[in-house]
């Protein structure tokens, strides 16, 4: 019928002290590798050790979030660190249940805190207080999920277009 492909990228903000413990890392790093030049060599191994640990840090610290709807199939991508990309999910939109706003009503009984309803749930949004950010509740393998997402203004409308009985914006 239509053939489109939306693709958003979201940007997972950083966590309070993140800037802070890279900055310990590497002085501590610096610090025990001097160490390990001026005073002994058994210094040396703690410090690349710490440079190791601040690479791996440094990946795993920084998450993006791609969120590819294409035809009937809505893809999440998460990319560590800006370099290594895993397929999270790919859903087909046919078996989604319900897309809402947090807030909604149809949605109510999903949620943590007064819903009935427990379901595994998957958090890819910014956590910025300015982008409101949306449940899907879906199933896949056989299993029914709860997604939250920050789906941009076309790729709700789209799904909207697509499923106006499953979509609730207001």
């Known amino acids: 019928m239509y053939n ?31 160490m390990g030049i001026v005073l002994s060599q058994g210094f040396m191994l703690p410090g690349f050790l710490l440079v190791v640990l601040y690479y791996i840090y440094s990946i795993f610290s920084q998450k993006d979030y791609e969120y590819i709807l294409e035809d009937n199939h809505l893809t999440i991508d998460v990319i560590l660190g800006k370099r290594y990309r895993r397929s999270a999910h790919d859903l087909d939109m046919e078996a989604l249940e319900v897309l809402a706003p947090n807030w909604h009503d149809a949605v109510a009984k999903y949620r943590k805190d007064g819903g009935s309803v427990r379901l595994t749930k998957y958090d890819y949004t910014s956590y910025d207080e300015d982008t409101p950010f949306y449940t899907m509740i879906v199933t896949e393998n056989r299993e029914k999920i709860k997604i939250l997402l920050d789906l941009s203004d076309e790729m709700i409308k789209m799904i909207q277009r697509r499923y106006p009985d499953r979509v609730f914006l207001t």
Do not use: D, E, N
Request: a positive charge; zero cysteines; proline letters at 6%.
């Open 4 to 34: 489109y492909r939306i693709v958003t990228q979201v940007t997972r903000k950083p966590k309070p002290m993140t800037g802070f413990l890279r900055t310990v890392m590497i002085v501590f790093a610096v610090i025990l590798l001097l």
